[in-house]
């Protein structure tokens, strides 16, 4: 077990000694004149191999940790139920849908959903992330005010997320690129995304570190199944950290790019 966690330390410090140093890189750019758009482009260039191998990594996660039944041999259904009701939560309902690591909580509709191999599976992937869903109703009952930051962002970002295609798709057939107008919506828009990225991060971390301390004091998991649920949840949280910096830097990009316009 000793083993296994210097392994993850050692690959998850590169991926965030890298994320400090492109932020840290970011911040000292906008402070000398060698922030050109050039160089944020190429910052937001070098996200790109870090954000897939963040995907990589919780698939990876995930495919280990779901071969790994758990003692208790409990389903993902009902240790999200369990952890629920351990709540007092009581008007959620838990279902289940066909696909892959597409489990989410539904606060409009006050619904659980599960993928089917988190539903009805008995591995410690399984049952981090049921619990990590209900650690989102949790938020919801207990009225964690970032969860309705969140809430109340998204129908702007659903709209911005139809704008910004477009606006790639009008600066194809530009020669100069976005300029004037279509610029300053850009930049709205990716305002917008990177405000959204931004709360989604307590709220992601949160769920999570809810999910843990349940998982064990319910009896669910005991102590040592924990690496096992540690290593999926956190190569989750991993991908929400790299979609923000990714987001941040084309965010700074744009604002680069107005500047040098003016
Ligand atoms: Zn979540």
Known sequence: MGHAILIGAITIYPFTFTMHLTLILAAFGLQGSFLSPG???LLFI???????YAQFRVSSAYNKNAQIPSRGGITGREAAAAVMAHAGITDVEITSIPGH????YDPINKRLVLSEEDYNGTSLAALGVAAHEAGHAIQHKVGYSLLH???ALVPATNFVSRVVPMLFFASFFLTRGLSGGMLDIAILCYAVLTVFQLVTLPVEFDASRRAKIQLVELGILDRDEMTGVNQTLDAAALTYVAAFV???LYLLYLISQRRNNN
């Open 39 to 41: 160089f944020l482009f």
């Open 149 to 151: 930051a969140r809430m």
């Open 46 to 52: 070098l996200m790109m191999p870090i954000s897939l």
């Open 246 to 248: 990714s987001s941040l």
């Open 101 to 104: 690591l597409n489990d989410h």
